[in-house]
T-cell receptor
Framework: EDKVVQSPLSLVVHEGDTVTLNCSYE??????LLWYKQEKKAPTFLFML????IEKKSGRLSSILDKKELFSILNITATQTGDSAVYLC???????????????FGKGTKLSVIP | GAVVSQHPSRVICKSGTSVKIECRSL??????MFWYRQFPKQSLMLMAT?????????EQGVEKDKFLINHASLTLSTLTVTSAHPEDSSFYIC????????????FGPGTRLLVL
């Protein structure tokens, strides 16, 4: 059974701090790892990672994947109150006998940034 | 661009009735639409993947006869919760992809279902 574990489950930081969110996974026939930001309603896409060691950046956010150690990190520098959200990690994998890829989400990390 | 709408945004129904939720891609054609369910304070759970004109692919543990999915056009997919029960109360979110890939997946605003 595919598994995605995020840590920490929740985190409180002050504005300006840098945070690192972790996502480890066990999945059959890995295809990609995705990060999402969820505020009040539906999540918004942040990154998709397929190759090890290649950092993806978008403003103050960056992410990298380690396929050997089976984990990814999401970094947020100079945090702002608007970064407060639940950050979800999801992994695409496929059982050997199945025809389609499945997406498994972690439980999320709730980030609270206080002024 | 890339707007996905869901209707209704909130619905309350009696146990035993059926509820239909619509997911529309407003400014692009979606070859693939995904349906998710989210319980309070929990993560998203993918329920099914639907491709236009073909049967939906359901995830393990999701009853296809209870959660009927129809993707009749490139801009519309519907999820019907048949004979709803209180345990079906949840937040249902759809997403649409113009290419079928997870990366270009645009989420709808979600539908809050409460079954009394």
């Amino acid at each position: 059974e595919d598994k995605v574990v995020q840590s920490p489950l929740s985190l409180v930081v002050h504005e300006g701090d840098t945070v690192t969110l972790n996502c480890s996974y066990e999945v059959t026939n890995f295809r990609s790892l995705l990060w999402y930001k969820q505020e009040k309603k539906a999540p918004t896409f942040l990154f998709m990672l397929t190759s090890s060691g290649i950092e993806k950046k978008s403003g103050r956010l960056s992410s990298i994947l380690d396929k050997k150690e089976l984990f990814s990190i999401l970094n947020i520098t100079a945090t702002q109150t608007g970064d407060s959200a639940v950050y979800l990690c999801a992994v695409e994998g496929r059982d050997s006998g199945a025809g389609s890829y499945q997406l498994t989400f972690g439980k999320g990390t709730k980030l609270s940034v206080i002024p | 661009g890339a707007v996905v709408s869901q209707h209704p945004s909130r619905v309350i129904c009696k146990s035993g009735t059926s509820v239909k939720i619509e997911c529309r891609s407003l400014d692009f054609q979606a070859t693939t639409m995904f349906w998710y369910r989210q319980f309070p304070k929990q993560s998203l759970m993918l329920m099914a993947t639907s491709n236009e004109g073909s049967k939906a692919t359901y995830e393990q543990g999701v009853e296809k006869d209870k959660f009927l999915i129809n993707h009749a056009s490139l801009t519309l997919s519907t999820l019907t919760v048949t004979s709803a029960h209180p345990e079906d109360s949840s937040f249902y979110i759809c997403s649409a992809s113009p290419s079928g890939s997870r990366e270009t997946q645009y989420f709808g605003p979600g539908t809050r279902l409460l079954v009394l």
